[in-house]
């Protein structure tokens, strides 16, 4: 998808389709409080264009409620699209984002190619607060992720790409905040559907090794270093747990090493982004029931966030410098697949007993924040689909986020209000860590039944130590499981955003 910027009168705009934005300004509550539908647009040409339907009580400017008109009088566009941000309170950025996917889902199966979105202007005294640089970068980030569909595979793919996408701004002096902040807000949303594309992609595709040459290629035309080892390396660095999780497939394991070094930053924070990158996860001798299992594909998907994450490091390229690990293998049952009862050492010297081999995230992902520690992180966040407990305790609404540091937190916290995504604090403790103590060796990898998204988070605590750490528990917002008006179902790409601003934090 081609974008650009446009600072002409959005009336002599020749277009396929122009997009503007409206909100609900009635704020009384009753059957007699009619919605009062505004365009955020001071374009006297569009305005009169929209006023007959905006009178008509039709449309409600509803959060992504769409109307289409054709041939609008006064204007140079065949169609005139008016998106709803929803009511006043809800309209912001994250609307505005939400807003752009909208009129490119709107536009994909309608074979509109092109079209051009207006940025919004709070015209009237509104008190909305969309800043121009905020709302182009969100703009440009919602018209990817809407852009993206997961049919790849289909002979005859029914909604391919728009081409154009061009985000229409009044000129004046915010002109040179808008291009900065659009350019951006395009390469972390192509970054973001770049994780996507590897999480979409089926078991017997993306290997582990697989995995390993697209991470490598996109590290190649970005400008960052890449390594990608495999069984030696594992054996050499002593990593039993992630080697134990890998054993019993044919596909060797990846361990994907990518760094980032800007030019000039020699001391200041080393921030390890460590993604588990199961591509496929059969659950192991601890099998899973064969309902829903195909989904597991996307057991790769913190891994994707890393790679995603640092394709936009590169490209942004913030003054800090950062490593992404990503820890990739198959979990399969096998004649040489480990056990339930087996013991293994893992990289820091823990021994680990087995108890479910299912539990095998938290196995290659404590040998990835050990040997993120062993090359010197300052600061450590990880990203996996670890648990079906913290899908139980939050739902698919809120991602589940865990740490050992309130500083560190607070930043990633920080990060949300920019990222617009949703991840909600959990505890660790002492008395969790007690459910994984073992009997046999240091720590078991299941806690039981209960607070299993914690435990989960206890056990990578034990290797993370006191290294300041985030832990991300994706499993419920990594795939999406119904369509939305500007997102498509299937991969999302959470966390790509976040993890990105939180890096951004360090950033001197
Ligand atoms: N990959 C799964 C977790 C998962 C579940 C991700 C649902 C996405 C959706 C993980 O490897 C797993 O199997 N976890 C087990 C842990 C249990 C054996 C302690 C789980 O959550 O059931
Ligand atoms: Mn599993
Ligand atoms: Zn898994």
Same mark, same amino acid.
């Given at each position: 998808?081609?974008?650009?910027?446009?600072?002409? *009168?959005?009336?002599?705009?020749?277009?396929?389709?122009?997009?503007?934005?409206?909100?609900?300004?009635?704020?009384?509550?009753?059957?007699?409080?009619?919605?009062?539908?505004?365009?955020?647009?001071?374009?006297?040409?569009?305005?009169?264009?929209?006023?007959?339907?905006?009178?008509?009580?039709?449309?409600?400017? /509803?959060?992504?409620?769409?109307?289409?008109?054709?041939?609008?009088?006064?204007?140079?566009?065949?169609?005139?699209?008016?998106?709803?941000?929803?009511?006043?309170?809800?309209?912001?950025?994250?609307?505005?984002?939400?807003?752009?996917?909208?009129?490119?889902?709107?536009?994909?199966?309608?074979?509109?190619?092109?079209?051009?979105?207006?940025?919004?202007?709070?015209?009237?005294?509104?008190?909305?607060?969309?800043?121009?640089?905020?709302?182009?970068?969100?703009?440009?980030?919602?018209?990817?992720?809407?852009?993206?569909?997961?049919?790849?595979?289909? %002979?005859?793919?029914?909604?391919?790409?728009?081409?154009?996408?061009?985000?229409?701004?009044?000129? /004046?002096?915010?002109?040179?905040?808008?291009?900065?902040?659009?350019? #951006?807000?395009?390469?972390?949303?192509?970054?973001?559907?770049?994780?996507? %594309?590897?999480?979409?992609?089926?078991?017997?595709?993306?290997?582990?090794?697989?995995?390993?040459?697209?991470?490598?290629?996109?590290?190649?035309?970005?400008?960052?270093?890449?390594?990608?080892?495999?069984?030696?390396?594992?054996?050499?660095?002593?990593?039993?747990?992630?080697?134990?999780?890998?054993?019993?497939?044919?596909?060797?394991?990846?361990?994907?090493?990518?760094?980032? #070094?800007?030019?000039?930053?020699?001391?200041?924070?080393?921030l390890?982004?460590?993604?588990? /990158?199961?591509?496929?996860?059969?659950?192991?001798? %601890?099998? &899973?029931?064969?309902?829903?299992?195909?989904?597991?594909?996307?057991?790769?998907?913190?891994?994707?966030?890393?790679?995603?994450?640092?394709?936009?490091?590169?490209?942004?390229?913030?003054?800090?410098?950062?490593?992404?690990?990503?820890?990739?293998?198959? *979990?399969?049952?096998?004649?040489?697949?480990?056990?339930?009862?087996?013991?293994?050492?893992?990289?820091?010297?823990?021994?680990? #007993?087995?108890?479910?081999?299912?539990?095998?995230?938290?196995?290659?992902?404590?040998?990835?924040?050990?040997?993120?520690?062993?090359?010197?992180?300052?600061?450590?966040i990880?990203?996996?689909?670890?648990?079906?407990?913290?899908?139980?305790?939050?739902?698919?609404? *809120?991602?589940?986020?865990?740490?050992?540091?309130?500083?560190?937190? #607070?930043r990633f916290?920080?990060a949300?209000?920019?990222?617009?995504? &949703?991840?909600?604090?959990?505890?660790?403790?002492?008395?969790?860590?007690?459910?994984?103590? %073992?009997?046999?060796?240091?720590?078991?990898?299941?806690?039981?039944?209960?607070?299993?998204?914690?435990?989960?988070?206890?056990?990578?605590?034990?290797?993370?130590?006191?290294?300041?750490?985030i832990?991300?528990?994706?499993?419920?917002?990594?795939?999406?499981?119904?369509?939305?008006?500007?997102?498509?179902?299937?991969?999302?790409?959470?966390?790509?955003?976040s993890i990105l601003e939180w890096v951004r934090s360090y950033?001197?």
């Amino acid at each position: 998808m081609q974008t650009q910027l446009s600072f002409t *009168n959005l009336a002599a705009i020749e277009t396929e389709l122009l997009a503007v934005l409206a909100t609900d300004t009635q704020t009384a509550k009753g059957p007699d409080a009619k919605p009062q539908p505004v365009l955020l647009t001071s374009d006297e040409k569009v305005r009169a264009a929209a006023a007959a339907v905006l009178a008509s009580g039709e449309y409600k400017a /509803g959060s992504n409620e769409t109307i289409l008109l054709h041939a609008p009088a006064g204007l140079a566009a065949k169609r005139l699209l008016i998106v709803g941000l929803g009511k006043k309170a809800k309209a912001t950025v994250h609307a505005v984002r939400n807003a752009a996917g909208t009129a490119v889902r709107y536009s994909k199966p309608r074979a509109i190619r092109e079209l051009v979105f207006t940025l919004p202007e709070a015209t009237t005294d509104l008190g909305l607060t969309l800043p121009p640089g905020a709302s182009a970068r969100a703009a440009a980030e919602g018209a990817f992720v809407g852009d993206f569909d997961p049919d790849t595979y289909r %002979s005859e793919r029914k909604d391919v790409s728009v081409h154009s996408f061009t985000l229409a701004a009044r000129a /004046g002096s915010e002109q040179a905040a808008i291009q900065t902040a659009f350019n #951006e807000g395009s390469i972390i949303g192509e970054s973001q559907n770049f994780a996507r %594309s590897l999480v979409n992609e089926p078991g017997n595709k993306l290997t582990p090794t697989v995995l390993g040459e697209r991470a490598a290629q996109m590290a190649s035309e970005t400008g960052l270093k890449a390594e990608v080892f495999s069984t030696d390396k594992l054996h050499e660095l002593k990593m039993g747990a992630f080697w134990s999780v890998s054993q019993g497939s044919e596909e060797p394991p990846a361990l994907i090493v990518m760094k980032y #070094e800007p030019e000039g930053v020699t001391d200041g924070p080393v921030l390890g982004l460590v993604g588990k /990158g199961i591509t496929f996860d059969t659950g192991g001798i %601890s099998i &899973k029931p064969a309902d829903n299992m195909e989904k597991m594909k996307y057991d790769m998907a913190g891994g994707a966030a890393m790679i995603g994450a640092m394709r936009a490091i590169a490209l942004l390229k913030p003054k800090v410098r950062v490593i992404g690990i990503v820890c990739a293998a198959e *979990n399969m049952p096998d004649g040489k697949a480990q056990k339930p009862g087996d013991v293994q050492t893992a990289m820091s010297g823990k021994t680990i #007993e087995i108890i479910n081999t299912d539990a095998e995230g938290r196995l290659v992902l404590a040998d990835g924040i050990t040997y993120a520690r062993s090359l010197g992180v300052t600061q450590l966040i990880d990203a996996a689909t670890l648990t079906g407990a913290c899908v139980v305790a939050l739902g698919m609404i *809120n991602a589940g986020a865990f740490s050992n540091d309130d500083e560190t937190i #607070e930043r990633f916290q920080t990060a949300l209000t920019t990222s617009g995504e &949703k991840f909600w604090r959990l505890p660790l403790g002492d008395e969790y860590y007690d459910q994984i103590r %073992s009997d046999i060796g240091d720590i078991k990898n299941t806690g039981g039944r209960w607070g299993g998204a914690i435990t989960a988070a206890e056990f990578l605590h034990a290797f993370a130590e006191d290294t300041p750490w985030i832990h991300l528990d994706i499993a419920g917002l990594a795939w999406i499981e119904d369509n939305k008006p500007f997102i498509a179902k299937g991969p999302s790409g959470v966390a790509v955003r976040s993890i990105l601003e939180w890096v951004r934090s360090y950033a001197n």
